[in-house]
């Protein structure tokens, strides 16, 4: 419920499935969960279910803004994985991935790298806004030029 209800600031979320998975996931679910959920967190979420204009709107919000940094990325010769989520998976041909992640975060631009043998190569780019869009492919197009792999 984080992008498409804009609640991750309440930490909320749902499980739909199997009355065998559900039950399951009610035996263990404060193992894992160590923080309860809040009576406004809870009057938060139960609002935003009831909001179907606005959830419509933030869906269309953040595939237009995912449809974008996929388009700009691949523009800037980078391989993306098609995605229905709040984020890409990117890999550049020619920068491996912990290489371009960290020479992202040192202009403060923040991407998760994962070093397991799959996923590597690849950068997982969250949804932003616009300006995080430009901020992003406007930096990622200076590394790859000062590495002289874009025309000035």
């Known amino acids: 419920m984080s992008k498409s209800r804009a609640l991750a600031g309440l930490r909320v979320g749902y499980a739909l499935g199997d009355v065998g ?3 399951a996931l009610r035996r ?26 606005y959830f419509r709107e933030s869906c269309a ?8 940094v996929t388009r700009e990325l ?7 994985l098609p995605s229905s989520a ?21 202009r403060a631009v923040l991407v998760r790298h994962f070093n397991k043998p799959r996923t590597a190569p690849y950068l997982r780019i ?19 030029r000062r590495n002289s792999l874009l025309p000035d």
């Open 86 to 106: 709040n984020f890409v998976f990117a890999r550049h041909p020619t920068r491996g991935g912990a290489e371009f992640a960290a020479a992202l975060r040192e």
């Open 126 to 144: 969250t949804v932003g806004s616009e300006d995080d869009t430009r901020r992003l492919i406007a930096t990622a197009a200076e590394i790859l």
């Open 21 to 23: 998975l559900i039950e």
């Open 74 to 80: 691949t523009g800037l010769g980078f391989l993306v």
């Open 61 to 68: 919000k953040v595939i237009a803004a995912r449809e974008s």
């Open 28 to 53: 263990v679910k404060d193992s894992f969960n160590s923080y309860p959920l809040g009576r406004v967190a809870q009057a938060g979420a139960t609002a935003s279910v009831g909001d179907d204009s």
